[in-house]
Each structure stands twice: as structure tokens, then as C-alpha cells.
């Protein structure tokens, strides 16, 4: 699988449904780059770094996760750099780490078969914990490219934390607009603040964490469909 480019200094390594794995963003900054989550394995981040080598493009100084779930953070041990979370996901994935702990590793395997499918072979599950983490939002620069980091609320979790690159244009949703994961529950409510949340954001590009990237009024209007005020 390759690059996608967005944009001057934005790509995705795209998605994939088989092993239910994310989207994993990439920002080139005149200083440093960063990456925005961190797979569903060490295999799955390793592809990433390869294409990301293949390109000719740095590997990332610091990885911001956008929420807890197993396929956007369980390759954190194998990162490259720093990974940053907000201090509720650390607090997700201190729980998980738990909980593999006392049950095994059947404890994650057992939730879905596209965990099975990732870790077929008997590749080992390594909850790792973030670097740094914040709480509200945070600001920086990678060098001519400003990133805004900010924590919504939204139906999928309650850590769900959002990436703006203003100057881009570009907004990555993590998977801050699916469902409930196993029950299917999506909360009218927290549909229509995301909603206000994406309109605000003045960005151009909507990136999902298992989509292809779509218009504010694309994202919108399906957020606002599930809250039923289409």
C-alpha cells in the first residue's frame, strides 16, 4: 500500500477494512513531522514507516493519538519519536493494560475478528503508554505548519481528540463520528456538537479514521442524519 497525498505538506497511509485498520496521517513540518496515530500493531505502523522511507519523507518526531482503541494505538511500542494522548485516553489505555494483565490477551482478541486477523501468527499484543499527554487542546508549530490539538466531545468514546492543521485546511476526526463500538449506540446530542465542532474548524478536508476523506458539509450532513435533523 502507498502514500496518499492531501496536500503540500499532508498524507495518509489509507485504510483498510480486513484487519479494521485506521487511516495513520502524516504532516511534513519545515522543522519536524508528525504523525497523527499509531496503528493497530507493530507490523501495521512498520508498513507505515517503509512507505513513509519510500517516499523519501523523514519518520515522525511526535504521534498524536486521537482516541484509545486498540487499532489506532497498539503499535505505540514500536514507535519512531514521541507518541502525545489527552490525559483521558492514558487513562483507557492504563485500563486496558490492566485488564490484559489479569484475563490475557484473549481479553482484546475475543472483541472482534479483524483483532484476531491483526494478530494471527501469535504476533504478540503490547499496550504501551503515551510519551506526554494534555488535557483541553495545545498548540505548535513543525515548522511553518501550525497544529491545533484540541478534545471534543463526540458519540464514538469520550477521549476523542481532534487534529486541525489550519493552514491546510485539513481536520482528522480519528473515528470521533462512528457509533459506539459493539453496542451500535450513537448519541443524538454529541452528534450535533461534533457537527458544530467540524463546522467551526473552517477546514476544507474531513478525514474519518476508516473513510476516505470527505467536505465539512459531507460529514456534516451525515452527523446530523444520525441525530435526526436531516
Known amino acids: 500500500m502507498q502514500l496518499e497525498r492531501l496536500s503540500d505538506r499532508v498524507w495518509i497511509y489509507p485504510f483498510e477494512t480486513e484487519r479494521d485498520r485506521p487511516n495513520l496521517g502524516y504532516v511534513r513540518g519545515d522543522k519536524w513531522s508528525l504523525a497523527i496515530d499509531i496503528g493497530h500493531s507493530a507490523a501495521h505502523i512498520g508498513e507505515f514507516y517503509r512507505a513513509l522511507k519510500a517516499a523519501d519523507l523523514p ?32 487513562e483507557h489505555l492504563t485500563d486496558l493494560k490492566k485488564k490484559i494483565a489479569q484475563e490475557g490477551e484473549e481479553a482484546l482478541l475475543s472483541l472482534d475478528e479483524s483483532i484476531r486477523r491483526e494478530y494471527a501468527g501469535g504476533q504478540p499484543v503490547t499496550v504501551a503508554m503515551p510519551d506526554l499527554t494534555f488535557s483541553g487542546g495545545m498548540e ?72 476516505t476523506p470527505q467536505t465539512p458539509e459531507e460529514m456534516i450532513a451525515d452527523l446530523l442524519s444520525d441525530a435526526g435533523q436531516a
Open 59 to 90: 519518520l515522525p518526531a511526535l504521534t498524536v493519538l486521537t482516541h484509545w482503541h486498540w487499532d489506532h494505538t497498539l503499535g505505540m511500542h514500536a514507535a519512531s519519536g514521541l507518541c502525545l494522548s489527552s490525559a483521558r485516553t492514558k
Open 140 to 211: 505548535m508549530d513543525a515548522g511553518g505548519c501550525p497544529v491545533h490539538i484540541f478534545e471534543a466531545e463526540a458519540p464514538h468514546t469520550d477521549d476523542s481528540t481532534l487534529i486541525l492543521l489550519p493552514e491546510e485546511k485539513i481536520l482528522f476526526l480519528g473515528d470521533a463520528a462512528c457509533d459506539v463500538f459493539a453496542t451500535g449506540e450513537k448519541d443524538a446530542a454529541l452528534c450535533k456538537k461534533l457537527a458544530d465542532t467540524i463546522r467551526n474548524a473552517g477546514a476544507s478536508i474531513v478525514l474519518e479514521g476508516h473513510w
